[in-house]
């Protein structure tokens, strides 16, 4: 096998009700401001939950409008504003726009793909039938959609495809764009994800599964590891990063960000909504081989922390089983209750969470833990943020399907 | 409806269509359709906001050979005089 090449991250975009760029996101969380919000984007009177965390529509297309960006599909729209401003960091913008040519991969993931283009063709063909129906109905609402206009937009000459792997689709994303690099068949790669939940069909089909929260008080209605914790509280965003090959990165004297040293992924093969915690540690196992280090070099789990019932006792099961011993002192954090579950976009979101914690040595706080469930047994972050004792961290992400992802990420200290 | 109202009503709708930055008070008859941000995949979406904002039917095919907005105006006043 050829020898592994190492991984960093050179470009970070984010595009999340906290915020919509990385400094006020970041700024943000550690002040502990919460973007959950009661929903504004359609009437939610027929609706059990009433809460989530939803960009700011106006700065939205502000932003959109100031980079000469054309609204298409709201998971379009800022995927393309996370990818530019991940791109620009790096200083991968050549030229433009019109931009020239750059041999770059695009992997993005997403849960519901270009969501708002699908409601609104069926809400079209519902009422005037297929004559209602736009003729570029296809091209706008496929889910790969999201990293052809991305390839388009910012030419990027390498492979572009989406991964559908509910809400562990970035951090497959993110997983393959390492393996590519890592491996010597990419030296760059954009990935990252998005997603946009509020509209009346997908967020009605969440509401309807019954695991979100019914809380009414958007500041509180998401709750990891709390034992008040009543369900999941959905939220909408995109983020992307740059990743290349050290080499390539050194080359041309490009800032990085972090390195990324490990990934792993597993299926449960047992129930399409309930978690295993065996599968979650096998997981965490392989990421651990794949990174090369064992449990007591973990500083910081960036948990996957939904806020259900289910997923953060199991979880909390994982961690122990994977991590045995060394899982009594490592922090625990969970992003969501920030700015709920961003589902195919919660991993890169989390997963910037968890680089910018490396960088400025901050392990954020975790919102509304008031009283840890003793189902719950890990050492987890409170409302204030901790210092961060060990350079690595580990992003844990868990979706729909028994999918299991985990990413290990390692302060760049040059 | 005249052509000028047309001309006028055109900038608005190409204006939701078009995928390009444009500056589109400076659209006048002359302009061509092409220069606009129009392709051969975005023609289509504007072909469909035409005939939706105006209630007339026609085939995409029927606008071969218009090249410019004075043009394209000139047909739909055909269009909605029938």
Partial sequence: ?????????????????????????????????????????????????????????????????????????????????????????????????????????????????????????????????????????????????????????????????????????????????????????????????????????????????????????PARACRPFDSARDGCVLGEGAGALLLESLDSAVARSAHIRAEICGYGESSDAEHMTSPSAEGQARCMKDALASA?????????????????????????????????KAADGIPVGANKSFFGHLLGACGVIEFIATILGLENRKVPPNLNLDNPDPACSLQLVGKNAMELASPVAMKNSFGFGGNNTVLIAKRWEG | MEQEEIIKMLRHIMKQSSHEKVDWDTVTRESTIDSLGFDSLSILDLVYDIQTTCHVAFEAEELIGIKTVGELATFLKSKMAK
Avoid at chain 1, 293 to 317: K, L, V
């Fill in chain 1, 1 to 217: 096998m050829a020898e592994r090449r190492k991984v960093v991250v050179t470009g970070i975009g984010a595009i999340t009700p906290l915020g919509l760029d990385e400094a006020t996101f970041w700024r943000n969380m550690l002040s502990g401001v919460c973007g959950v919000r009661t929903i504004r984007s359609f009437d939610t009177k027929d609706y059990k939950t009433t809460v989530g965390g939803e960009v700011d529509s106006e700065a939205l297309l502000a932003l959109l409008q100031a980079r000469g960006m054309v609204s298409s599909d709201r998971t379009v729209d800022m995927a393309l504003l996370a990818s530019v401003q991940a791109l620009e960091q790096a200083g991968m913008l050549r030229g433009g726009p019109p931009y020239s040519p750059a041999e770059i991969a695009t992997i993005f993931g997403t849960g519901a793909g270009a969501s708002h283009s699908l409601y609104n063709t069926f809400a079209s063909f519902s009422q005037k039938g297929v004559r209602g129906m736009r003729p570029t109905s296809v091209p706008r609402c496929m889910a790969n959609s999201i990293t052809a206009q991305i390839s388009m937009k910012f030419r990027l000459t390498g492979p572009n495809y989406v991964i559908v792997s509910a809400c562990t689709s970035s951090t497959v994303a993110i997983g393959i764009a390492f393996r590519m690099i890592r491996d010597g068949y990419a030296d760059k790669v954009l990935c990252g994800g998005a997603d946009a939940a509020f509209d009346p069909f997908v967020f009605g089909g969440w509401n309807n599964l019954g695991v979100m929260s019914r809380n009414p008080d």
């Fill in chain 1, 292 to 324: 090369g280090i064992t449990p007591d070099q973990i500083g910081f789990i960036n948990a996957h922390g939904t806020g259900t019932r289910a997923n953060d006792e199991c979880e909390s099961r994982s961690i122990r089983m994977a991590l045995g």
